[in-house]
């Protein structure tokens, strides 16, 4: 008996570490700035990508990982100052433009690396609960995902930094009229999302076929997350991760990955109906 | 069709945003015909109101009935079709779009062909516009989007007419041309509510007048009544509650 | 009616315009006579698509919606004649049957994904990714339908592979044998559907409802304060807008008897935005144009790397959004006009000093 409900807890937690850490650096970036970052999945690429080359150098694992974090975050303040940071007042365009870079990352390194990469295996470790066996790694990703989330909190509510943030989340105008560095908020959080976003590939990476385009393969899940939480980081995604990671545990189990995706959709038609701003946007009125 | 029977009749209606009591229990009647300004401090509720009354916003309590039939759950456009017509506070119009195809949109829904196109010219005559016609709304004049928003408004042929502010920013001169229009619409059959907080120009063209204040009627009456009643000065004045 | 075809909302109306129109027209009328085959079925090809970018024109440059489901409804309409072409036997009026069907199975879907989120009231970016969703979804399934218990009636989905199988469109003929639209008839046919779907969308945008269309993307509250029901328009368009795309899906069904997911999911769903953000999607005829002279150097390079040729495709959606978000081609036709009135302001003006001066 305990070991089905722990069997179904694993899988809730493995979907919610999926979710999560997909989607917090695309809503970082979309709660900041209202850009959608199309081109989110190819940082989640060059996270991986990084981390997976370093280990075939020679690094340890954890340090590669640490090191494609930090990879995607770079690319990531260097495309904000390049390309976003001229299409803040035009969240169409941005979107658009972040596609067009999607497609460009995606095809040069076809063009350059082929189509596949020789991966890493995932980090041995198993235990058993009943007839049952887990994986360690995967609730090591659940492990992660708390940890991106406290991450999160700590940063935007301990941090001068956050402060700021928090602020020109607000009222950007305002918030430079008093002075916060506006520009370096948005280039650094973009910078935090591509980070994320980097991390969250560098974690999968022991567990999938390193491809160019398998950015793809976090887009829905990314999108629907961000979306069903809204524009507030703190007080969206993390409720949004559970309703979501239910929904699709639920849905997996009853029909399999298709009709879980499909619910997936469904939610997402069904919350924007409801709740226009997102979970974010209703449990900030209920709490006024 | 009872002829006493009033074009526009709210019943206790009231309006809440969260804490805020915007428009409370306030009933009013517009009859067929007539020229009617609704004044009163700022806050006072009036833009509210109007809102309420074209179904831009849902009344937390009352009832509105136009020509008759109760029209409280229509959206918006239902109640246009059915002859209501408004020009907003701030100028609304299609900015982008050329000053004649604004009036093409609004007009087309009377007239085709080549009588739309003399309809346009005719606006465009009456709105002294036809210099700026293939210009986008947008880079008009303050003056002269409000005046071509007023054009779009009666291009509909409403039988009421709902102008907020339609002197908002005008000259003098341009401010006494709109109460000739809208006089001469009214002589026409066209029934007038405007929120208005130029004087005089209330006293050019209304009929009636309601006071209104904290979102509630405070006074009605003709506009000799309005002016006589030293409460409403008051008011104004921000003496009494 | 056939005066619509020229009006405010569509560039080009006069003699300027409609000469080199009819030449072009011409043109490709006479195109066979001089082309050998594999070139005529090629061009028919590169025409059949642009069905769908004159739809994501009509959603996103009049309507303001930005859709990102096109390759959906493609998939749809392509599908849909597979399997109703395969099931219904494939002879004559049963694969007119399945072009019909299909077209209408994709506006169905159109008309309730559409309902559901106009209805619900979710626009802008929300809209792009509820499309995209729908479209990634749509090609996830059809990608692990490799089974063979997969199918619909006789026609297998068969997942990556491919559906297969199914009969060209052809249709009974004087002296017994069907015409199958394949190779020059095909060709025929589609210019023939181009040039029909052209006109008359020019009609539409410039009729009643197309003045609606535009006023709602500018300023939807102020089109319903003029008596217009914004949610009935918004998804009138996006249905049309989409059963274009089932359209497309159909000729290329049809085309090369061969549909699979790729045709649905990234990167391809990009293509038609990358068309007609390239070309300028707030006009008919530029999209058209654009559309196609984009698609032909798309092929140009596949030929030679197709990497490279999707890596341009992304570039030029860059370049398109920093540096002419109008769009190239419209931009371009702007330049052009710039180039000649200048001089003729400046004549007026010479014209009219010497009137005044004294």
């Given at each position: 008996?305990?070991?089905?409900?722990?069997?179904f807890a694993y899988q809730f937690a493995d979907v919610f570490a999926f979710l999560i850490l997909a989607a917090a650096g695309l809503a970082i970036v979309f709660g900041m700035m209202g850009v959608i970052n199309m081109a989110h999945g190819e940082f989640i690429?060059?996270?991986?990508?990084?981390?997976?080359?370093?280990?075939?150098?020679?690094?340890?694992?954890?340090?590669?990982?640490?090191?494609?974090?930090?990879?995607?975050?770079?690319?990531?303040?260097?495309?904000?100052?390049?390309?976003v940071?001229?299409l803040y007042k035009r969240p169409l365009d941005s979107l658009l433009a972040t596609w067009?870079?999607s497609?460009?990352?995606?095809?040069?390194?076809?063009?350059?690396?082929?189509?596949?990469?020789?991966?890493?295996?995932?980090?041995?470790?198993?235990?058993?609960?009943?007839?049952?066996?887990?994986?360690?790694?995967r609730?090591?990703l659940f492990g992660c995902a708390l940890a991106v989330l406290a991450v999160i909190y700590?940063v935007f509510m301990?941090?001068?930094?956050g402060?700021?943030a928090r602020?020109t989340m607000q009222n950007a105008?305002?918030?430079?009229?008093?002075?916060?560095?506006?520009?370096?908020?948005?280039?650094?959080s973009f910078?935090l999302g591509a980070?994320l976003a980097?991390f969250c590939g560098?974690m999968y990476?022991?567990?999938?076929?390193?491809?160019?385009?398998m950015g793809a393969a976090f887009l829905i899940e990314s999108f629907v997350t961000v979306v069903v939480g809204g524009a507030n980081v703190l007080l969206g995604t993390a409720p949004a991760g559970v309703v979501l990671a239910v929904v699709r545990t639920a849905l997996n189990g009853w029909g399999g990955q298709i009709i879980g995706q499909i619910g997936m959709l469904l939610a997402v038609i069904v919350v924007i109906r409801l709740l226009p701003e997102g979970l974010s946007g209703w449990l900030a009125r209920r709490t006024r | 069709?009872?002829?006493?029977?009033?074009?526009?009749?709210?019943?206790?209606?009231?309006?809440r945003f969260g804490g805020?009591?915007?428009?409370?229990?306030?009933?009013?009647?517009?009859?067929?015909?007539?020229?009617?300004?609704?004044?009163?401090?700022?806050?006072?509720?009036?833009?509210?109101?109007?809102?309420?009354?074209?179904g831009m916003h849902e009344?937390t309590?009352?009832?509105?009935?136009?020509?008759?039939?109760?029209?409280?759950g229509?959206r918006p456009f239902?109640?246009?079709?059915?002859?209501?017509?408004?020009?907003?506070?701030?100028?609304?119009?299609?900015?982008?779009?050329?000053?004649?195809?604004?009036?093409?949109?609004?007009?087309?829904?009377?007239?085709?062909?080549?009588?739309?196109?003399?309809?346009?010219?005719?606006?465009?005559?009456?709105?002294?516009?036809?210099?700026?016609?293939?210009?986008?709304?947008?880079?008009?004049?303050?003056?002269?989007?409000?005046?071509?928003?007023?054009?779009?408004?009666?291009?509909?042929?409403?039988?009421?007419?709902?102008?907020?502010?339609?002197?908002?920013?005008?000259?003098?001169?341009?401010?006494?041309?709109?109460?000739?229009?809208?006089?001469?619409?009214?002589?026409?059959?066209?029934?007038?509510?405007?929120?208005?907080?130029?004087?005089?120009?209330?006293?050019?063209?209304?009929?009636?007048?309601?006071?209104?204040?904290?979102?509630?009627?405070?006074?009605?009456?003709?506009?000799?009544?309005?002016?006589?009643?030293?409460?409403?000065?008051?008011?104004?004045?921000?003496?009494?509650? | 009616?056939?005066?619509?075809?020229?009006?405010?909302?569509?560039?080009?109306?006069?003699?300027?315009?409609?000469?080199?129109?009819?030449?072009?027209?011409?043109?490709?009328?006479?195109?066979?006579?001089?082309?050998?085959?594999?070139?005529?079925?090629?061009?028919?090809?590169?025409?059949?698509?642009?069905?769908?970018?004159?739809?994501l024109?009509?959603v996103w440059?009049?309507g303001g919606i930005l859709s990102f489901g096109q390759t959906l409804f493609?998939g749809i309409?392509?599908?849909?004649?597979?399997?109703?072409?395969?099931?219904?036997?494939?002879?004559?009026?049963?694969?007119?049957?399945?072009?019909?069907?299909?077209?209408?199975a994709s506006g169905a879907v159109a008309a309730v994904l559409g309902y559901f989120m106009i209805w619900g009231r979710i626009g802008g970016v929300f809209f792009g990714i509820v499309t995209l969703s729908s479209t990634l979804v749509l090609a996830f399934f059809l990608g692990q339908?490799?089974?063979?218990?997969?199918?619909?009636?006789?026609?297998?989905?068969?997942?990556?592979?491919?559906?297969?199988?199914?009969?060209?469109?052809?249709?009974?003929?004087?002296?017994?044998?069907?015409?199958?639209?394949?190779?020059?008839?095909?060709?025929?046919?589609?210019?023939?559907?181009?040039?029909?779907?052209?006109?008359?969308?020019?009609?539409?945008?410039?009729?009643?409802?197309?003045?609606?269309?535009?006023?709602v993307r500018?300023d939807p509250q102020?089109a319903e304060?003029?008596?217009?029901d914004v949610r009935k328009y918004q998804l009138a368009t996006f249905v049309?807008g989409s059963?274009?795309a089932?359209?497309?899906?159909?000729?290329?069904?049809?085309?090369?008897?061969?549909?699979?997911p790729?045709?649905v999911g990234l990167?391809?769903a990009s293509?038609p935005i990358?068309?007609?953000?390239?070309?300028?999607?707030?006009?008919?005829?530029?999209?058209?144009?654009?559309?196609?002279?984009?698609?032909?150097?798309?092929?140009?390079?596949?030929?030679?790397?197709?990497?490279?040729?999707?890596?341009?495709?992304?570039?030029?959606?860059?370049?398109?959004?920093?540096?002419?978000?109008?769009?190239?081609?419209?931009?371009?036709?702007?330049?052009?006009?710039?180039?000649?009135?200048?001089?003729?302001?400046?004549?007026?003006?010479?014209?009219?000093?010497?009137?005044?001066?004294?």
């Amino acid at each position: 008996m305990f070991a089905e409900i722990f069997s179904f807890a694993y899988q809730f937690a493995d979907v919610f570490a999926f979710l999560i850490l997909a989607a917090a650096g695309l809503a970082i970036v979309f709660g900041m700035m209202g850009v959608i970052n199309m081109a989110h999945g190819e940082f989640i690429m060059c996270g991986a990508y990084v981390t997976v080359g370093l280990v075939h150098a020679g690094l340890p694992l954890v340090l590669a990982q640490a090191l494609g974090t930090l990879a995607a975050g770079v690319v990531g303040v260097a495309v904000e100052w390049t390309i976003v940071r001229k299409l803040y007042k035009r969240p169409l365009d941005s979107l658009l433009a972040t596609w067009g870079l999607s497609l460009i990352v995606t095809q040069g390194m076809l063009l350059i690396f082929g189509s596949s990469l020789a991966g890493i295996g995932t980090p041995q470790g198993s235990f058993s609960i009943g007839a049952y066996t887990f994986s360690t790694y995967r609730l090591v990703l659940f492990g992660c995902a708390l940890a991106v989330l406290a991450v999160i909190y700590l940063v935007f509510m301990r941090t001068r930094f956050g402060i700021h943030a928090r602020a020109t989340m607000q009222n950007a105008s305002i918030a430079q009229a008093t002075g916060v560095r506006v520009g370096r908020v948005y280039a650094l959080s973009f910078g935090l999302g591509a980070a994320l976003a980097g991390f969250c590939g560098a974690m999968y990476a022991p567990t999938m076929t390193l491809m160019p385009t398998m950015g793809a393969a976090f887009l829905i899940e990314s999108f629907v997350t961000v979306v069903v939480g809204g524009a507030n980081v703190l007080l969206g995604t993390a409720p949004a991760g559970v309703v979501l990671a239910v929904v699709r545990t639920a849905l997996n189990g009853w029909g399999g990955q298709i009709i879980g995706q499909i619910g997936m959709l469904l939610a997402v038609i069904v919350v924007i109906r409801l709740l226009p701003e997102g979970l974010s946007g209703w449990l900030a009125r209920r709490t006024r | 069709m009872n002829a006493a029977a009033p074009l526009l009749r709210t019943t206790g209606l009231s309006k809440r945003f969260g804490g805020h009591t915007a428009v409370s229990e306030v009933g009013i009647d517009i009859a067929q015909g007539e020229i009617h300004c609704l004044i009163g401090p700022n806050g006072a509720g009036k833009s509210t109101l109007f809102k309420l009354v074209v179904g831009m916003h849902e009344p937390t309590a009352g009832r509105i009935e136009f020509q008759g039939r109760d029209v409280t759950g229509d959206r918006p456009f239902r109640r246009v079709q059915q002859g209501m017509s408004i020009k907003m506070q701030t100028p609304s119009v299609f900015r982008e779009l050329p000053v004649r195809q604004n009036l093409h949109i609004a007009l087309q829904h009377h007239v085709r062909g080549a009588e739309l196109a003399r309809e346009e010219d005719r606006l465009l005559e009456l709105l002294d516009l036809a210099r700026d016609q293939a210009k986008p709304a947008g880079a008009l004049a303050h003056g002269q989007q409000q005046w071509l928003e007023i054009g779009m408004a009666i291009a509909l042929r409403p039988a009421l007419l709902l102008m907020d502010e339609p002197t908002a920013g005008l000259s003098p001169e341009e401010t006494f041309r709109t109460g000739e229009l809208i006089r001469e619409l009214n002589a026409g059959g066209m029934t007038v509510l405007a929120v208005e907080h130029d004087m005089a120009f209330v006293r050019q063209i209304a009929q009636r007048v309601t006071v209104l204040h904290f979102g509630k009627v405070f006074a009605e009456g003709s506009i000799q009544e309005i002016v006589a009643d030293p409460r409403v000065a008051e008011i104004y004045l921000g003496k009494t509650q | 009616m056939l005066k619509l075809i020229n009006g405010s909302q569509t560039l080009g109306a006069t003699r300027a315009f409609w000469l080199p129109f009819v030449a072009v027209v011409a043109a490709m009328l006479v195109y066979p006579v001089f082309a050998d085959a594999y070139s005529v079925g090629n061009m028919a090809y590169l025409l059949l698509w642009v069905f769908m970018a004159m739809g994501l024109c009509l959603v996103w440059g009049y309507g303001g919606i930005l859709s990102f489901g096109q390759t959906l409804f493609f998939g749809i309409g392509g599908y849909g004649y597979g399997v109703l072409a395969i099931n219904l036997g494939g002879e004559s009026a049963t694969t007119v049957l399945a072009l019909a069907l299909a077209i209408l199975a994709s506006g169905a879907v159109a008309a309730v994904l559409g309902y559901f989120m106009i209805w619900g009231r979710i626009g802008g970016v929300f809209f792009g990714i509820v499309t995209l969703s729908s479209t990634l979804v749509l090609a996830f399934f059809l990608g692990q339908t490799a089974g063979p218990e997969w199918r619909v009636g006789e026609a297998r989905l068969n997942g990556f592979n491919g559906m297969k199988d199914m009969a060209p469109l052809n249709v009974p003929w004087f002296g017994g044998e069907p015409l199958y639209f394949e190779g020059v008839p095909l060709y025929y046919l589609v210019v023939g559907l181009l040039l029909v779907v052209y006109l008359g969308l020019r009609i539409l945008l410039n009729s009643r409802f197309g003045h609606v269309v535009v006023a709602v993307r500018e300023d939807p509250q102020r089109a319903e304060l003029l008596g217009y029901d914004v949610r009935k328009y918004q998804l009138a368009t996006f249905v049309i807008g989409s059963m274009l795309a089932g359209l497309s899906g159909v000729l290329y069904t049809s085309w090369g008897q061969f549909i699979t997911p790729a045709s649905v999911g990234l990167p391809a769903a990009s293509m038609p935005i990358v068309w007609v953000a390239f070309s300028g999607r707030s006009d008919l005829t530029a999209t058209t144009v654009g559309s196609f002279l984009v698609l032909w150097t798309f092929q140009a390079l596949t030929v030679h790397s197709q990497q490279a040729a999707l890596l341009l495709m992304g570039a030029m959606l860059l370049a398109t959004v920093m540096l002419a978000p109008q769009g190239f081609v419209i931009g371009m036709v702007q330049l052009v006009r710039g180039v000649f009135a200048p001089r003729r302001r400046r004549e007026a003006a010479t014209a009219m000093a010497e009137e005044g001066g004294s």
